[in-house]
């Protein structure tokens, strides 16, 4: 499930890069995948400050996971049965976390697309559709419609400054049991005894 892991690791980096420098709670939940009726596929998010975990349901039986640092733009995969970590600067990534430097700078939620629009999405529309309950949460819901006219939404939890879901044409899903607190700082490094795997240059610009 490192593809999925990597997917989800990508929206949340993609949507959220700039909104990571700024203070927020720390937070824990339950990822699904909306897109799977009946049979979702769930995973679990960790989140620190400027660091993040995901790890998919059947890799946490192993101790699979991906850790993104914002602060560094760096992605750490763990490949817990043999006991190895692939650390990848995030290059492709990178690009796009620059390009979303503006997302969230004023953290306003209730004004989110004037921010979305400063990420460059040129031929895009952004608009606020209002308030709503995701699981018990207040959330501000907008939806964009980019230039070939895919229309996505997310649903913004104001206290979280965290999308609790989202839907578009290649992806949805949404967080449940969300428990606010403070993350054990194990949850983002590599374990002991993990042995770093070096990664010829070449996959590093593997398209996600």
């Known amino acids: ?13 993609f949507v959220l890069a700039s909104s990571f420098v700024l203070a927020q709670s720390e937070f824990s939940a339950e990822i699904v995948d909306l ?13 620190a400050k400027d660091k993040m975990r995901i790890e998919s349901q059947s890799s946490a039986r192993t101790g699979g996971a991906v850790i993104v640092n914002f602060a560094t733009q760096t992605s750490m995969v ?8 692939m650390e990848m600067p995030a290059q492709s990534q990178s690009q796009r976390m620059g390009s979303t430097a503006a997302f969230f700078q004023t953290g306003d939620v209730e004004n989110a697309c004037g921010d979305w629009q400063k990420m460059g999405h040129q031929g895009s529309s952004c608009h606020k559709v209002g308030s709503e309950t995701i699981n018990g949460r207040s959330t501000v819901k907008y939806e964009t419609t980019n230039a070939s006219g895919d229309v996505s939404h997310f649903w913004l939890d104001p206290k979280l400054r965290f999308p609790v879901k989202w839907d578009g044409k290649n992806s949805g899903g949404e967080l449940r049991n969300i428990q606010e607190g403070t993350q054990p700082a194990s949850l983002f490094e590599a374990p002991a005894g993990f042995t770093k795997m070096n990664i010829p240059g070449g996959m590093m610009q593997q398209p996600h």
């Open 1 to 13: 499930m490192l593809r999925w892991i990597a997917r989800i690791s990508c929206f949340f980096a």
């Open 35 to 47: 897109q799977k009726p009946g049979t979702p596929t769930q995973g679990k998010i960790y989140f």
């Open 78 to 85: 763990l490949m817990a049965e043999k006991h190895m970590y």
